[in-house]
């Protein structure tokens, strides 16, 4: 499939996006071994597998919006409070249409685009960068809902984009140990 084609292609399904990751680390084309384009696309990726479960209404996904600070729960629940429901959950759905809170807050790669680039880079050396492996890559796109003054405490702390000492670089877990390096205290709500 030719490359603008799989840009424009409708995303219906996990599939779908696997198969996309899977072509961009596969293609003989150069722009797939472009990293900043990768990075790029990768976060877009990530925001469009979330988007797509939205629509679809998989709760399993959707739960990983609901990945939050607790200073950016704080600031939704007293200035903002028509996006928390009964269960005292955020309802982050319909906060893309709200800028004077979006303004305050910032979505956040849980682990950085550019180390799942590289993860992905190593697969496709490998020979092992397929859909299986695409699927598990893209269970590591996860977004967590943090302040402004709290994504600065990432890059003040040196975890703008890299992972403390240590950390698994296949990502075995969500990688919630840059937010707890920084003092920042995330809540699944």
């Excluded at 092992?128 to 809902?145: G, S, W």
């Excluded at 943090?146 to 990688?175: C, I, N, Q």
């Amino acid at each position: 499939m030719p490359w603008s084609e799989t840009l424009r292609k409708k995303i219906t399904d996990e599939n779908d996006l696997a198969d996309e990751l899977t072509h961009l680390y596969t293609s003989h084309t150069g722009i797939s071994r472009d990293a900043k384009f990768c990075k790029y696309y990768i976060g877009g990726l990530g925001q469009r597998y979330i988007d797509s479960n939205f629509k679809n209404g998989n709760p399993r996904r959707i739960e990983i919006w609901n990945i939050v600070s607790e200073a950016v729960y704080n600031i939704i629940k007293t200035d903002f409070p028509k996006f928390i429901d009964e269960d005292k959950k955020l309802v982050i759905g319909n906060m893309k249409k709200d800028r004077p809170l979006l303004k305050q807050l910032r979505y956040e790669h849980i682990i950085p685009t550019g180390l799942i680039h590289n993860r992905c880079l190593e697969l496709a050396k490998e020979g092992k960068m397929n859909r299986e492996n695409a699927l598990k890559i893209m269970e590591c796109i996860n977004i967590a809902l943090v302040t402004v003054e709290e994504d600065e405490a990432l890059t003040k702390a040196g975890l703008r984009d890299k992972l403390p000492e240590g950390y698994d670089p296949t990502f075995s877990d969500l990688g919630l140990c840059r937010y707890e390096k920084a003092g920042i205290i995330l809540h699944k709500w």
